[in-house]
């Protein structure tokens, strides 16, 4: 019978504030360990609840169901919106070369999304995200082997894809 380890969210906590130092080594290495998956996914959830709340604190939120349904359901709304999202990133960059598997990708990404914490702060919150730009590169670059070039390429084909949809759902327009 296999020796279950213990859940090590602080290892993996600890390998995500590497990541957004522009460490592309641990970015790779996380990528390469299947167990990096589950201590994402609690990080994606935990910045869900960072922009609930954060949103509460903007006075977004008018009622108190409104509210019970944003805290509720913003870690999970936010895990579905992040996979949807880095699979069109990682589309992107498999159609210019990129070698990671899925997983790989998702895998690294998600623990650099501890920036999202920031968001319990709201202007605070949107500044750090720009810090998202370079990390996402040197992600890129480190785990699907694209040059700075491509990466930057990826980067900018998904804001193009996000402010399209922001147009056609009528938020830009």
């Known amino acids: ?21 522009l460490k592309g080594a641990v970015a790779q290495e996380a990528a390469l360990d299947e167990r990096a998956f589950r201590p994402g996914i609690l990080i994606l959830a935990i910045g869900g609840l960072a922009i609930a709340i954060g949103a509460l ?10 509210a019970s349904f944003l805290v509720l359901f913003a870690p999970v709304i936010n895990i579905v919106m992040f996979s949807f999202f880095i699979a069109i990133f990682h589309g992107f960059a498999r159609l210019l070369g990129g070698k990671a598997t899925f997983g790989e990708y998702y895998r690294a990404t998600s623990l650099a999304w501890v920036l999202s914490w920031t968001q319990v702060v709201p202007v605070v919150g949107a500044v750090v995200s720009l810090w998202s730009i370079p990390v996402n590169v040197v992600i890129l670059k480190s785990v699907h082997k694209l040059s700075t070039l491509e990466s930057c390429a990826v980067l900018a084909l998904m804001m193009c894809v996000g402010m399209g949809v922001l147009y056609f759902t009528g938020v830009l327009g």
Request: net charge neutral.
């Open 1 to 21: 019978m296999e020796e279950k380890l213990p859940f090590e969210f602080g290892k993996y906590l600890r390998k995500s504030l590497e990541i957004i130092k």
């Open 57 to 66: 604190f903007q006075g977004q939120v008018s009622t108190a169901v409104e």
